[in-house]
């Protein structure tokens, strides 16, 4: 049941993920300049989509605000395709590893076939293959706006690149 819904919210975002532009991600850098600083001051992830419009335009779709450590995407307008999924780590918790992305984050973009973009409470902007579940720094700690409450690397290193497989062993899966 949940390959059949996976398919068809593939249908409705489009075609597969590919490579990001630089256009992308310039407007992701500059949206998350923006929006990590409140993600971190209220403590919650916010997320949505980078789309492209119905000129060809690509845009920031609707935010969403969700919890500490959960956020629901608004789907985009009709007549726009899902580019990426793009959300905030919200503040810097002890009891997350939250410098690096999710397994939740990483399958949940492959089972739609999109890339992702997260945005941590150490500054780091990471990019996700949603195709292949490859992962990789677009930049590094604090090249975003940080949470200065934020203890790097207390869940030890974090790597540059990961696989799904290699986040999977760093979570211990």
Known sequence: MRMIAAFCMGLLLGSPALAQSAE???????MFRSMNPQSITHDREVC????????GRIEVGKASWGG???CGTI???D???VLASW?????????????????????????????GWIATPGGRLWYV??????MHQYCGAQCLPFDPDAQMDTR???DKRYTLLQLRARFGQ
């Not at 949505?48 to 000129?55: D, F, K, N, T």
């Not at 293959?129 to 490859?134: A, I, V």
């Open 68 to 70: 500490n450590a959960s």
């Open 79 to 81: 007549g726009f395709r």
């Open 48 to 55: 949505g989509y980078i789309v492209e419009s119905p000129s």
């Open 129 to 134: 293959n949603g195709q292949t579940g490859e």
């Open 24 to 30: 992308e991600a310039e407007l992701v850098v500059a």
């Open 156 to 158: 030890g290193p974090v």
């Open 75 to 77: 789907p985009p307008p």
């Open 87 to 115: 959300h905030t780590h919200a503040a810097w918790a002890a009891g997350y590893d939250n410098e690096v992305p999710s397994l939740i984050d990483v399958e949940g973009d492959m089972s739609l076939g999109i890339n």
